[in-house]
């Protein structure tokens, strides 16, 4: 019988989990040392997902790339298309924590989102107004 081998990342022991299967049907799990860890196998055997940080770009801030995020894990196979839809972005500064990049990233029904705040600052020096 096929065997996968997992390591465990739902609590900090990690441990390594042995998943026996046969025509995609898990047949015997085995190694996990807590409930989190066999419903984690189970989700990364059947269906892994991620959650994807990256950077998009952003006009008229003080940095010109903000953290991003989706809100849940897009399968792994989307991973790449989420990337290649990230880069096409560019945002105008003001931006909040939570503020939608994206409603549903490459078909996922999953929303990308601001993971920090950046507010706006003047194109040129001349806009800026003295204090």
């Known amino acids: 019988m096929p ?3 997992y390591t465990c ?4 022991k ?7 299967f046969e025509d995609e049907e898990i047949k015997e799990i085995s190694g996990y040392n807590c409930a989190k ?3 984690y196998v189970k989700s990364e055997f059947h269906d892994p997902r991620r959650i994807l940080t990256t950077t998009v770009k952003i006009k008229n801030a003080k ?3 903000i953290p991003v995020r989706t809100e849940t894990g897009v399968p792994k196979d989307e991973l790449d298309c989420c990337l290649e ?8 500064a003001p931006a909040e924590v939570g503020d939608v ?5 490459c078909g996922t029904d999953i929303s990308v989102v601001t993971s920090r705040s950046l507010d706006r600052v003047a194109e040129k020096e001349e ?4 204090s």
């Open 3 to 5: 065997k996968e081998e």
């Open 9 to 12: 990342v739902a609590c900090p």
């Open 14 to 20: 990690g441990c390594t989990v042995e998943v026996e």
């Open 37 to 39: 860890g066999e419903e």
């Open 63 to 65: 940095y010109p790339r």
């Open 85 to 92: 839809e990230l880069k096409e972005v560019e945002l105008e």
């Open 101 to 105: 990049v994206i409603e549903d990233v």
């Open 127 to 130: 806009d800026k107004v003295l």
